[in-house]
């Protein structure tokens, strides 16, 4: 049972690349979140899905876009990405009425 | 705005000693769950309670919520240098129907030393 999985765990971008973040869990779960991470600033609310088919802005959306591909999956696409975009994220995904959630292990992106 | 917050942000103490969070939040929620994060990796799922529950208690772990004061505490008793990591609480907010999104605070760095 892998949980939840990211990929990649490492990225260097350059300004202005674009690329995406993959994330898949096995647990049959229908939320799926993803956050970024920054020095001080806890876990920030990227984008998240209450299940399959949709998706909601959350707290820091602007630069990033997301699909919920199936129930399994949940990827983050940097379209044009920027320095202010260097951060550690993370995905995760939660069962009914957002029980306990679970983590991958994140991806360290710096963009330069 | 992020809708937890943790008081304190750094806590350092001894081990054996017991080590006291706190998290605020500001609207109504049906659980908050606290979570530990060490040294940058994933965060783990420590404890869970709902909004109708007042204490709850897992191994050395206690936990309180009180809705009126929108307010929750962790204890952690007979700490160990093993528990340090960070702390994070997190609550789900309802945004719209019958969703709710799960959001997290700033987190408070415990240093257990030994």
């Known amino acids: 049972n892998a949980g939840v999985t990211q990929t990649p765990k490492f990225q260097v971008l350059k300004t202005g690349q674009s690329m995406t973040l993959q994330c898949a869990q096995d647990m049959n779960h229908n939320s799926m979140y993803w956050y970024r991470q920054d020095p001080g600033m806890g876990l920030r609310l990227i984008y998240y899905?209450?299940?399959?088919?949709?998706?909601d802005k959350g707290e820091v959306p602007n630069g990033y876009n997301v699909s919920r591909l199936n129930k399994r999956e949940f990827s983050l696409r940097l379209e044009s990405a920027a320095p202010s975009q260097t951060s550690v994220y993370f995905c995760a995904s939660s069962g009914f009425m957002n029980t306990e959630a679970f983590f991958g292990q994140g991806t360290r992106l710096t963009v330069v | 705005s992020q809708q937890g917050e943790e008081d304190p942000q750094a806590l350092s103490i001894q081990e054996g000693e017991n080590a006291t969070m706190n998290c605020s939040y500001k609207?109504?929620?049906?659980?908050l769950q606290w979570y530990r994060q060490n040294s940058g990796r994933g965060l783990v799922h420590l404890i869970l309670?709902?909004?109708?529950?007042r204490e709850k208690h897992s191994g050395r772990l206690r936990v309180t919520l009180d809705t009126s004061k929108k307010s929750s505490s962790l204890l952690i008793t007979a700490s160990r240098a093993a528990d340090t990591a960070s702390y994070f609480c997190?609550?789900?907010?309802?945004?719209?129907?019958?969703?709710?999104?799960?959001?997290f605070g700033k987190g408070t760095l415990l240093t257990v030393n030994p």
């Open positions: 997190a609550t789900d907010a309802e945004s719209g129907g019958s969703n709710y999104k799960l959001t």
């Open positions: 309670i709902r909004s109708n529950e």
């Open positions: 609207t109504s929620i049906n659980n």
């Open positions: 899905s209450a299940s399959e088919g949709t998706t």
